[in-house]
């Protein structure tokens, strides 16, 4: 068993910091707790978006400058997210929990507050490096208190928490923006953060590595991880603007990838490494990585189309959209304990192929929407969807952090959190140039096809970036008939480039349950 302790105990022992049957004794107590900050950051990780659009035109800022109001929090983010679960294993799970619950708050707060573009830049940057250290810091505490036989369920409420609240993003955003202020939708984090800090303050018990903190700190781990994440991430999440074959993006990638080769080597020769290599010799960890990657590379890319199609194809407004995916929120509630059910039983060898196998259904079944899909045909996707999102990422987690040692529960959680943003990174880059490729080499035939004159077509081709994300590139001065032309021909361009889009994660999700099939051939350690 590890040395691991809840303040130096086993996981199956009592806190030292309550009293027997006292709140620190009860690990739902702990589970209620970190699902405040789980929730408020997975409630921003979606819920920005919304918001872009209107910061751009409060702040005069540029279409790159509101990239990087999604890039910079997602940059700081991932370089961070393993040293936050070290940090946490070292020193106290409770601590660097709080500190993110309460660094993150007043990010959140200084971003409404800051009146310029490069304001919000800086304190985005800072919500990202806050959320590094609570986002694994909530999953080690539940690795730590919870005894083998409930953390499976734990991990599958933990997983319904986050799939719910990214879920619930466009609905709350759409809500605030229209209502009240795109200030508000980083305002909203105040009281949930001062409920998760003053609730975790009474019931949170902590737990850390015994003897960590007289180990020699891994400094060029923590250097060359965060050079290398950096690296890779910034290549993705530029990849659609500069192109995948550039030599800017193929450089970024590439350069990461071979800081993050050199990290691996040098973790394996330290006494006390930040990532130690011996977690990916389980099989279960290492593919239960891969998928969390793949399922959030889905998740989040399918969202992001989703939106745009409801929005700019089919005209609605972002409180519609958001309450049109609703299914998919519904479902991911059912499917999270659902599936942490099936994984206690079963293992993850059967729960993530299952998962995939559902997303894998979800995108074939999008290849039979078109611009005017009545909603029947919407929501048997968003379902199923939502079903399989929910049951890979509790299967997924409890893969990799029921796979590790009590004592590097906070690394692995870490370890997920990273994957799962990089895997989303991904998704939303690469499906959107998938969707802008296919809208190039179609749209001149598809307004052809509808009957748009050669002059005004001729005028048209400069549009589809614009086409690409789903708008139709009309003008006042339009006859009604060139219009309603223009817009059938926009909307079939991008429907074009939704259906290679969803055929080609379809076939990944496919991949991943074959994958997951084969590989997986033992059931969570504990």
Request: with cysteine; glycine share 12%; aromatic share 8%.
């Amino acid at each position: 068993m590890s040395s691991t302790s809840v303040e130096s105990a086993g996981p199956r022992s009592r806190p030292v910091h309550g009293k027997r049957g006292g709140l620190r004794a009860d690990p739902w107590l702990t589970l209620i707790a970190v699902a405040f900050g789980l929730f408020m950051v997975g409630l921003d990780a979606s819920v920005v978006s919304i918001a872009n659009p209107e910061i751009g035109r409060d702040l005069h800022a540029s279409t790159a400058d509101l990239q990087w109001v999604t890039n910079s929090y997602l940059l700081a983010l991932a370089a961070a997210l393993i040293l936050g679960g070290k940090l946490g294993d070292r020193f106290g799970r409770r601590t660097f929990y709080l500190v993110g619950v309460a660094g993150f708050v007043v990010a959140s707060v200084a971003i409404g507050l800051a009146g310029s573009i490069e304001g919000v830049l800086v304190f985005r940057a800072l919500q990202g490096l806050f959320g590094a250290l609570l986002m694994p810091n909530t999953i080690a505490s539940l690795r730590a208190v919870f005894p083998p036989r409930k953390f499976g369920m734990a991990v599958g409420i933990w997983a319904m928490v986050s799939t719910v609240s990214t879920a619930l993003g466009p609905i709350v955003g759409g809500l605030l923006v229209e209502h009240v202020s795109w200030e508000s939708v980083f305002y909203i984090n105040a009281p949930i953060g001062v409920v998760a800090l003053v609730f975790s303050a009474f019931v949170l018990p902590q737990s850390k590595q015994e003897g960590a903190a007289k180990e020699r700190f891994d400094l060029p781990g923590v250097v060359l991880l965060a050079v290398g994440l950096l690296a890779v991430v910034f290549g993705v999440v530029k990849g659609e603007t500069w192109g995948w074959s550039s030599a800017g993006t193929l450089g970024a990638i590439g350069a990461g990838i071979a800081v993050l080769l050199v990290f691996g080597w040098v973790e394996t020769r330290v006494a006390h490494p930040l990532l130690p290599m011996r977690l990916f010799r389980n099989p279960a960890l290492t593919i239960g990585a891969v998928i969390t990657a793949l399922n959030f590379f889905v998740l989040l890319g399918v969202i992001f189309f989703v939106m745009l199609y409801l929005q700019n194809v089919r005209g609605l407004s972002p409180v519609e959209a958001g309450v049109r995916t609703l299914p998919l929120s519904l479902a991911s509630v059912v499917a999270s304990p659902l599936g942490a059910a099936l994984t206690d039983r079963f293992g993850p060898r059967f729960t993530m192929p299952l998962g995939m196998a559902l997303q894998a259904a979800a995108c074939f079944a999008m290849l039979g929407w078109d611009a005017g899909s009545p909603f029947a045909v919407l929501w048997p996707p968003f379902v199923a969807l939502g079903l399989g999102a929910g049951m890979v990422l509790s299967a997924s987690s409890a893969a990799i952090v029921g796979n590790a040692p009590v004592r590097d529960g906070g690394v692995a959680g870490g370890l997920q959190a990273t994957v799962l943003q990089i895997g989303g990174a991904l998704g939303t880059s690469v499906l959107v140039s998938l969707i802008s490729a296919r809208v190039g080499a179609t749209y001149a035939a598809e307004l052809s096809s509808a009957g748009v004159p050669a002059p005004v077509a001729g005028g048209l081709a400069g549009a589809r970036d614009a086409v690409a994300m789903g708008v139709a590139p009309t003008s006042a001065a339009m006859p009604a008939q060139a219009k309603a032309a223009v817009v059938e021909a926009s909307g079939q361009a991008f429907m074009n480039g939704v259906h290679v889009a969803v055929l080609v994660t379809g076939v990944l999700c496919a991949v991943g349950a074959a994958v997951a099939a084969i590989g997986v051939r033992n059931r969570p350690a504990h």
